[in-house]
């Protein structure tokens, strides 16, 4: 059965940093593409950042990109969402999620995904 359970969220100020960690196991992680995902209260969940098996390729939303860098350690079956210069917008519930194909490129589109962890709050105060 796969798992994924982040980990590192909490409250901070505006201008401040957190690092998110999702650690999987399960399946073969080093093989599945990762994303992060959040949802604020009201909203729909949308994408954050994703990178690929390999970690060679990494994929950003417009709104964090220069802020926020995803990065993977296949290691320790670990994904980790270094998010800097946080702002009140970024206020949400982040999911990290795996991939639903092996060895396949996922990016933006939740659907390409099939296991998803928990969620982590994440609050950025003004």
């Known amino acids: 059965q796969v798992q994924l359970v982040e980990s590192g969220g909490g409250l901070v100020q505006a201008g401040g940093s957190l690092r998110l960690s999702c650690v999987a196991s399960?399946?073969?992680?080093?093989?599945?593409?990762m994303g992060w995902f959040r949802q604020a209260p009201g909203k729909e969940r949308e994408f954050v950042a994703a990178?690929?098996?390999?970690?060679?390729?990494?994929y950003y939303a417009d709104s964090v990109k220069g802020r926020f860098t995803i990065v993977r350690d296949n290691g320790k079956n670990t994904v980790y969402l270094q998010m800097n210069s946080l702002k009140p917008e970024d206020t949400a519930v982040y999911y990290c999620?795996?991939?639903?194909?092996?060895?396949?490129?996922?990016?933006?589109?939740?659907?390409?995904?099939?296991?998803w962890g928990q969620g982590t709050q994440v609050t950025v105060s003004s």
């Open positions: 999620a795996s991939c639903g194909l092996r060895r396949s490129t996922c990016r933006q589109d939740e659907y390409e995904y099939d296991y």
């Open positions: 399960g399946r073969t992680f080093s093989a599945y593409a």
């Open positions: 990178i690929s098996w390999g970690g060679g390729s990494t």
